[in-house]
């Protein structure tokens, strides 16, 4: 089923040669390095004080002083905190930014942390309902939406050779999403 693994791995599977990839912090960038690097693509990140926020900002800087085709992959929070970045009335046709959007902050339940961690995920996860059309709309960027597997192969396409700015949305589970990369850890681990 479509989750933020499943996404990942075909996006870097899919990405044209020649792509300058952000990766934004929190699971975007623990995401990609469980998948092969791909040599015919460049990868960034950066970390900023709350680890989340310039990550848009940084890929729409890279993308003003290029030609190469410049994809972010972030998260719906990163996307939300840093989407001021977009207010750029000079965005270069060769801006792509794909949103994993599983509805606010899931790192915690993926990564390991303490037992009395489980009692606090109120305080570090941010359930968000931020209409992500509207938002991109808002900017001036066409939208576009995929929420199974099938979208997602037949959106990506048209959406990566848009000669125009534009943000994939790919809405998945936290659930799924979790047992996903869980099993997956558990899988490398045997």
Known sequence: ?????????????????GTRLHLANSMPVRYA????????????????TSGIDGCTSTCVGMATVCDEP?????????????????WNPSLKPNLKIVVLNNGGGNIFQMIDTSPEAE?????????????????????????FYAGSFQQLTEQFETFKKLPAPAVLEI??????NEQAYKQLLKNIKL
Request: hydrophobic residues 40%; proline residues 6%.
């Open 119 to 143: 009692n606090l995920l109120s305080f570090f996860t941010t359930p968000q309902s931020v209409n992500l059309k509207s938002l991109t709309e808002a900017y001036g960027l066409q939208h």
């Open 33 to 48: 390095q469980l998948f092969p690097v791909r040599d015919d693509i460049m990868y960034f990140s950066n970390r900023g």
């Open 171 to 176: 809405k998945t589970d936290p659930e799924i």
């Open 1 to 17: 089923p479509l989750c933020d693994l499943t996404a990942v791995h075909y996006l870097l599977k899919h990405l044209p040669s």
């Open 70 to 86: 410049v994809v972010l992959i972030t998260g719906d929070l990163a996307f939300l905190y840093d989407s001021n970045a977009l």
